[in-house]
């Protein structure tokens, strides 16, 4: 008799696999029911459109960074390439608790730069806290704020995009993150589908049918009157969805911008990966705790609406541990059936089922984010091949994160990537964002 196999009485076991093949499903079976009815209710991405009418607004680029000297003289170049007016937009790097030249290097680059040094608290959330209130941001002379990190890259007709829909009247516009280095290795790759994930079947959806979507660190912009009425007062990790959040709770939205491109940096080892997952996913813990009986009223008050997504995604952590422990039972309930006897062609039978359905869905993502095609198949390969497990990768972390919470904010380590070759979905004048020069859909001159 093999070691873990447990002698339970054979209606016991049945019992068991019932409980974790009926009950314990329930969650992920409601989660991915809103995720179907939601995506197929509003499928469309919108066409890449500049808009009309010349900028009016001025914009404050805040990049909060920690030790980023060898990122910032690439994004300052990048960041001159933007096509809008000069006069109303200023780039402001802080240098929170740096030990390396990142305030010496963005200043030589032409940064204007705010130093920081106070380890009492050390995080993104801390680091705009001080600047907002104690440097007087909050109060400056502009109409809106964009939060960048120091890896980010952005299409030269971003902000073009963002401040047509502040003009429109949207509170917090989040842009469309695209991952910069999805071939670099496997952990990139998968999270760079998971992105396309997020962005076509999630953001896109919930932004056709006037929903709110969630802020995702950087490539976030909030417009001044409702920073000023809002505040920033963050509690947890992830200062995105807390001040998302809030903003919900307090009547307002953040608005997806889908034609808005800003490239960012994956995690391209497992260390870098999970790390940056423990702290979302804490983060994420911390918020349900905090607001997610605010949400619930909020939900059954409006009949839906905004709070939804939010639900879901705080729920999320729950559905997936819960996910691990449905697998664990099933193992244990099935072997007891069996008598402890399961035949090699039965367990290799479902593990190529699930690596068939897995692998479909890796596919699925890609096809409608419009990157199922040579050169990104390419790229992410080692993603597709993986993904089946990445729900299993993930309940761990979400496990984790339950048993001993992340409670300190860790900076993530970039490497100064070089830019991949990526197809933008859903715009004709894919280009190269080494460089990024204007697409050819751009008529608009640098000012």
Not at 397 to 421: C, D, G, N, R
Request: proline share 5%.
């Amino acid at each position: 008799m093999p070691a873990f196999f447990l002698p339970l009485d054979p209606s016991l076991a049945l019992i068991v696999l019932i409980f974790a093949q009926v009950v314990l499903p329930i969650a992920s079976i409601l989660t991915g029911l809103y995720f179907i009815v939601i995506f197929l209710s509003a499928p469309f991405r919108p066409r890449r459109k500049l808009p009309e009418g010349e900028p009016r607004l001025r914009i404050l680029t805040l990049i909060p960074c920690r030790n980023e000297e060898a990122l910032i003289s690439g994004l300052w170049e990048n960041l001159n390439q933007v096509n809008y007016p000069r006069h109303l937009i200023d780039f402001t790097v802080i240098a929170d608790n740096c030990t390396d030249q990142t305030a010496e290097r963005a200043r030589e680059a032409g940064f204007t730069v705010l130093v920081r040094h106070d380890l009492s608290g050390q995080s993104k959330a801390h680091a705009l806290n001080w600047a907002f209130y104690d440097q007087g941001l909050l109060n400056a002379d502009y109409d809106a704020v964009s939060i960048l990190d120091a890896d980010t890259r952005l299409d030269p007709d971003f902000f073009l995009y963002v401040e047509s829909y502040l003009r429109r009247g949207s509170k917090i516009v989040q842009g469309n993150r695209i991952a910069i280095n999805p071939g670099q290795s496997v952990f990139s790759a998968a999270m760079s589908i998971i992105y396309s994930f997020e962005s076509r079947l999630w953001h896109v959806p919930h932004a056709n049918k006037g929903l709110s979507v969630t802020m995702m660190g950087t490539g976030c912009t909030i417009a001044c009157d409702h920073l000023r009425l809002i505040g920033w007062d963050i509690r947890t990790l992830v200062e995105d969805c807390e001040f998302s959040i809030q903003s919900v709770l307090a009547g307002s939205s953040v608005q997806y911008c889908d034609q808005a491109h800003c490239y960012t940096e994956l995690p391209s080892t497992l260390r870098m990966l999970w790390r940056q997952l423990r702290r979302w996913f804490s983060g994420h813990i911390a918020c349900g705790r905090f607001y997610l009986p605010a949400l619930w009223q909020k939900y059954r008050r409006d009949k839906g609406g905004h709070a939804s997504i939010f639900i879901v995604t705080l729920i999320i952590p729950f559905t997936c541990t819960l996910g691990l422990l449905q697998l664990a039972l099933s193992v244990v309930a099935l072997w007891d059936l069996l008598g402890g006897r399961r035949s090699l062609t039965g367990i290799l039978t479902g593990i190529l089922i699930n690596q068939i359905a897995g692998m479909l869905a890796a596919l699925f993502v890609l096809l409608m984010d419009g990157r199922l095609n040579r050169e990104q198949l390419r790229l992410v390969w080692k993603g597709v091949l993986c993904f089946p497990y990445w729900s299993i990768f993930l309940g761990v972390i979400y496990l984790t994160s339950f048993i001993k919470p992340m409670k300190k904010w860790v900076p993530m380590e970039h490497q100064a990537v070089l830019p991949e070759t990526t197809g933008i979905s859903g715009d004709s004048s894919a280009h190269r964002f080494s460089s990024l020069k204007t697409p050819k859909h751009s008529r608009r001159k640098r000012r």
